[in-house]
């Protein structure tokens, strides 16, 4: 098998390899169809090999057979990451709900599509494909009954349901673009989503239910369309039972869906048309609208389910996310639907009704891949075993993590509690602008050994680079720096909708030629990679990206707040929390203890959880009379966190701060309050208990 896939490449490589005009013939014809499968049959280093040396071959290859076109395309990509240019697949016109729907009613219409785990335990809802065809086609009949046309954007505010995604695959089917915003974001958030795409319709439920919980979606909903007079339409469907009120926007979702018909001919549309908008936080100001595309996102998202997770036909995939996130979409959506899979739709939250919730699912939907954030799995191992043990967990045979760096203990309690010991575990790094996983233990050769906690190996395609702090390319092992990416892929983000010079800037100026991530990582001398962390001012808590600015801008809009500075601070579960440095107006009646303070901090504690969301909110919040600063006025927030974390015996170069005694301030009101907490803690537990 091995020779006969090293032959394989070698005659392949061998019309492509020589330097000049062949190769330039080479990578603008386009392979023979049918290539994909002489390609995926062989040896993965081989196979990873072609795809960095020869990626139109690769890409193309893929592209051709693996996904249905209404036209074919001429060109593999016409990339210049220099210029923030990226285009794959010229010339070919598609639908993605097609590759997701229609191509699987052909082969299978019963199989089941969707199994939505709703909130109440043992409730579970299946879709068959079937089913999920028409009801994206009177959903899209029921956008263009009110008049939303190709191009048109459409915000989705809805926990992750049938009705979501088929929300989603109906903008596909029409071409409109959703931007989905996660239903645990504030009216504010959504308006400001709503506004900045101009969308034209939204589609939500009267409530949502997580946890036992009712969410107030319509009203949340009303709250933010009165502020955005792009939006004509607000349609409502039904989650609960309580009706909801209605009023001239809004049009009631299943009822109109009901008068149309099950068809609706999907669109043709250019491979580098936008399939969707997806707000995401950046280190400065307001939320990006990434902006993916039609035929090269789902190529990628595609193509990482089945290699990243060993995906076979029948598989029943467990993303746990929620389609508010870019997980949701390529993981819960667009990846295992365009592979035909079986994929969950996970209403609920891993501790409701009790901390055995995940594994009684996996239990009753026989899940053979379960993947899911450490933040999730954080709070799980802090149980006992047993609401683990109890449950039948043999269907398993893929484990994955995402979103955050998992520890060592959250990796191996996951592996060997969770997987008994049998199941590949990968850790798998990505970002909402990669569109799909870009770093992961699998693929590897048959049996290759998983580093725990690391995740490891780049996908096909992607060429990681390290980067010095003067810019240099870090060559060999055992060497950490920026991650960067130097060659393009299909699925990464077209740009930022409405600011190509953000997307050039926070992208691909840093290090010209390439794409850079925002991350740190290591080169481990096997050379294999381990992320270290933002080395922006990105947060990431639960799982969750968040803008230190974006905190900052809402706390500075209280009338007693001059300015503030938030930084991420280490939390057990959470794996970050916001701490918040604030400055008063009125410092002389203020520490983080006076009456007065009290009732400021109690007042920004609820201004961001109604303009951003509830996880935004700082965890902690220190009163300071200034802040340090650089004499050009920027904030030193290296300084902030050394203060928090309380390692001020190092403070590094201070020599460009504008009054080196603000520090001295920051430190003594650092201990005043850390002395205070140890005080109610002591104070509460000498208290009887009630
Ligand atoms: C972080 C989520 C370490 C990282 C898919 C990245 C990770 C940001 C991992 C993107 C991982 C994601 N190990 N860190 N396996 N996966 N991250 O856009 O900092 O919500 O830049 O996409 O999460 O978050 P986003």
Redesign the pocket.
């Known amino acids: 098998m091995a020779a006969r896939g090293t032959g394989l490449l070698r005659s392949l490589l061998s019309r492509c390899s020589s330097p000049g005009p062949g190769l330039a013939r080479c990578a603008s014809s386009l392979p023979p169809p049918g290539a994909w499968s002489s390609l995926a049959r062989l040896p993965h280093r081989d196979l990873y090999r072609l795809s960095v040396t020869d990626p139109d071959r690769f890409w193309g290859s893929a592209a051709a057979d693996r996904l249905r076109w209404e036209e074919p395309f001429h060109r593999v990509r016409d990339c210049d990451l220099r210029a923030g240019k990226i285009r794959w697949f010229l010339g070919g016109k598609i639908n993605v709900s097609v590759n997701c729907l229609d191509v699987n009613v052909e082969k299978h219409p019963d199989r089941v599509a969707l199994i939505w785990e709703r909130d109440e335990p043992g409730t579970e809802v299946k879709v068959t494909y079937r089913e999920l065809l028409e009801t994206t086609c009177r959903l899209a009949n029921a956008l263009k009954s009110r008049g939303i046309q190709k191009g048109d954007r459409v915000a989705v505010y809805m926990p992750v349901s049938p009705l979501a995604v088929a929300a989603m695959l109906a903008c596909a089917r029409i071409g409109a673009v959703h931007t989905v915003v996660f239903a645990g974001f504030s009216a504010e958030a959504l308006a400001g989503r709503i506004q900045d795409a101009q969308c034209k319709a939204v589609v939500t439920f009267n409530q949502g239910v997580r946890g036992g919980r009712l969410l107030e979606l319509k009203a949340t909903v009303d709250a933010a369309v009165k502020r955005c007079p792009t939006v004509q339409h607000v349609f409502v469907a039904q989650r609960t039972e309580t009706p909801a009120v209605m009023g001239p926007l809004d049009v009631p979702l299943e009822e109109v869906m009901s008068c149309q018909p099950p068809r609706c001919p999907p669109e043709p549309l250019d491979s580098e048309a936008m399939l969707f908008l997806l707000y ?1 936080s950046g280190s400065t100001g307001f939320p990006k609208g990434l902006v993916h595309s039609q035929a090269g996102y789902l190529l990628y998202a595609s193509l990482t389910h089945q290699y990243v997770f060993d995906h076979q036909d029948g598989d029943v995939f467990g993303c746990m996310a929620d389609v508010g ?3 949701g979409h390529s993981y819960v959506v667009y990846g295992p639907l365009s592979n035909g899979a079986t994929t969950v739709l996970f209403e609920s939250t891993p501790v409701y009704p009790d901390p055995g919730r995940y594994w009684e699912t996996v239990q009753r939907l026989s899940i053979s891949q379960f993947y899911a954030a450490p933040t999730a799995l954080r709070l799980l191992l802090k149980y006992d075993q047993s609401f683990v043990k109890k449950y039948d967990r043999s269907s398993l045979r893929t484990l994955g ?6 520890n060592h203990e959250a990796w191996h309690w996951f592996h060997s509690v969770v997987g008994d010991g049998r199941c590949p575990l990968v ?7 990669t569109g799909g996983v870009c770093i992961a233990p699998r693929p590897a050769e048959d049996g290759a050994a998983i580093v725990p906690a690391m ?1 490891m190996r780049p996908f096909f395609g992607i060429q990681p680079e390290l980067m010095g702090e003067k810019g240099e390319r870090l060559a060999g092992n055992g060497v950490g720096g920026a991650l960067c990416i130097s060659q393009p892929w299909p699925g990464m983000a077209r740009g930022i909708y409405g600011d190509q010079q953000r997307f050039l800037d926070a992208y691909f100026k840093p290090y010209p030629g390439c794409y850079f ?3 740190g990582a290591l080169r481990s001398q096997d050379g294999f990679y381990q ?1 270290t ?2 080395m922006d001012d ?1 947060i ?1 808590v639960s ?3 968040l803008g230190t600015a974006e905190i900052e801008d809402v706390l500075d809009e209280h009338p007693e707040v001059p300015e503030s500075a938030v930084i991420g601070f280490p939390h057990e579960i959470k794996g970050e929390v916001p701490f918040a440095f604030v400055v008063l107006k009125d410092y002389s009646s203020s520490s983080s203890s006076s009456s007065s303070s009290v009732v400021v901090l109690q007042q920004l504690r609820e201004l961001v959880s109604t303009k951003i969301a509830r996880y935004a909110v700082p965890e902690h919040f220190l009163v300071v009379k200034r802040l340090p600063k650089t004499r050009s006025g920027k904030i030193m927030r290296r300084i902030l966190r050394k203060v928090a974390m309380g390692t001020t015996g190092d403070l590094g170069d201070v020599s460009t701060l504008d009054d080196p005694s603000v520090v001295d301030e920051v430190i003594e009101a650092h201990e005043q309050h850390r002395k205070r907490q140890e005080g109610e803690k002591k104070e509460s537990s000498s208290s009887p208990s009630l």
């Open positions: 995401t996130w870019i997980t993590s995402v979103g955050e760096p998992i850790d798998t790094w990505w970002q909402t602008e995740a991530t925002g991350d992320i962390g933002r990105v990431n799982g969750h990206r």
